[in-house]
């Protein structure tokens, strides 16, 4: 199962309705996306002048309305519990959520979520699906809401579960990461996306420095035969390229790769 992201921009005068189903116009964008995933809808319809958070949504069926603007659709239904749509509040959001490459001259809330194209391209990031989900309010996630030190750098709070998968992962790794052995900026991973599955057993853990991370959670730095494999592009970086191929440093017990 993946989570995109749709938009329902100003061309559109009312509310997003999901009952009404969500319509694209590329086959590539329809054939991409599987009966199961997920969607967060965000709307900002003609002379509203703010963006809202409308929910999250299971992709339930395709099908296809002839003479529409968008002909291939989507059968849609709720998964969140919220009834109201939430308003966004942009400058936190620029804060809180990764950095993107795109449109400079948009914040980093636009180049996510605003953009051309944005609508149904490509899963997202885990980072981006707990910021969503905790907006929400879903308990499928185990994060507490976002904190916002005075610097404007973001900190989650997680809860129990996520807390002790974390301290076992580390002392499973002796506080190195995985693949560079630093002592430095460390987070526990899920190598079985806890969006997906909420699995914190010590056999899906590994320890990664913080910007490894990221590349394993965008897809570009994967763990096949205890090696990493980079991808094309990461490899074409030079502070990633020597990483490519390495052996992983040996946990205290197995893990599941």
């Given at each position: 199962m993946n989570y995109f992201y749709a938009y329902h921009g100003p061309a559109n005068n009312d509310d997003f309705e999901y009952q009404k189903g969500y319509g694209v116009n590329r086959q590539s964008t329809w054939e991409r996306v599987q009966t199961g995933d997920c969607v967060f809808v965000i709307q900002n319809p003609g002379k509203q002048g703010e963006y809202k958070l409308c929910g999250l949504y299971e992709i339930t069926g395709h099908y296809k309305t002839v003479g529409s603007a968008y002909p291939l659709r989507f059968t849609l239904k709720k998964v969140s519990k919220n009834d109201a749509f939430i308003t966004l509040d942009e400058q936190a959001l620029n804060k809180a959520l990764p950095d993107i490459e795109g449109d400079?001259?948009?914040?980093?809330?636009?180049?996510?979520?605003?953009?051309?194209?944005?609508?149904?391209?490509?899963p997202l990031d885990e980072g981006v699906i707990v910021i969503l989900s905790d907006l929400l309010g879903s308990d499928d996630l185990d994060v507490s809401p976002v904190v916002f030190r005075e610097d404007g750098l973001r900190m989650m709070k997680f809860r129990r579960g996520q807390e002790e998968f974390r301290n076992r992962a580390l002392t499973n790794w002796e506080n190195r990461c995985a693949i560079t052995g630093s002592t430095m900026a460390l987070e526990a991973c899920h190598i079985q996306s806890h969006a997906k599955k909420c699995d914190y057993s010590l056999e899906n853990g590994i320890v990664l420095a913080a910007d490894l991370h990221k590349l394993f959670d965008s897809g570009n730095l994967s763990i096949e035969n205890n090696r990493v494999i980079l991808s094309s592009v990461a490899q074409q970086e030079p502070r990633y390229a020597g990483l490519h191929t390495q052996l992983l440093r040996t946990p205290l017990k197995p893990i599941r790769i």
């Open positions: 400079q001259r948009l914040s980093i809330f636009k180049q996510h979520f605003c953009r051309q194209g944005a609508t149904f391209q490509a």
